[in-house]
């Protein structure tokens, strides 16, 4: 079962200040986009460190961590496959122009409980 978390008031300085704390404990960072020409996600043209001064306050509501258990990483963590358990974290919603920027990363789940305690996230299911 996945359990999904957010940050109590949500700014986009709460944000940054998450990202740039789990981009230091992550397995994997992909920033993928869409450039307004096809309904399909791809590889972005910036870093994460292009991308992270992009993040306006517009983007925060689209921030979300992600407890998934038993997650089949098929796909997602080339050279790792088979089921773990992890913690996902995203942002979308950072617009340049027609593209919007999505960041991902994937983090060793034993990290979730100093993530809730740093930065106060709440349950939402």
Avoid: C
């Amino acid at each position: 079962m996945d359990t999904f978390y957010i940050l109590p008031r949500t700014t986009g300085k709460k944000v940054h200040e998450a990202l740039l704390w789990a981009k230091e404990r992550a397995i994997q960072i992909d920033v993928d986009m869409l450039d307004g020409t096809s309904v399909a996600r791809k590889r972005a043209n910036k870093s994460f460190e292009e991308v992270l001064p992009l993040l306006g306050n517009g983007s925060t509501k689209f921030f979300r961590v992600v407890h998934r258990e038993s997650f089949n990483t098929f796909l997602v963590l080339p050279g790792k496959t088979g089921r773990r358990d992890l913690v996902e974290v995203f942002v979308r919603g950072i617009d340049v122009g027609p593209t919007e920027y999505f960041v991902f990363m994937y983090l060793d789940d034993k990290v979730l409980p100093g993530m809730i305690k740093k930065f106060n996230f709440h349950a939402i299911n």
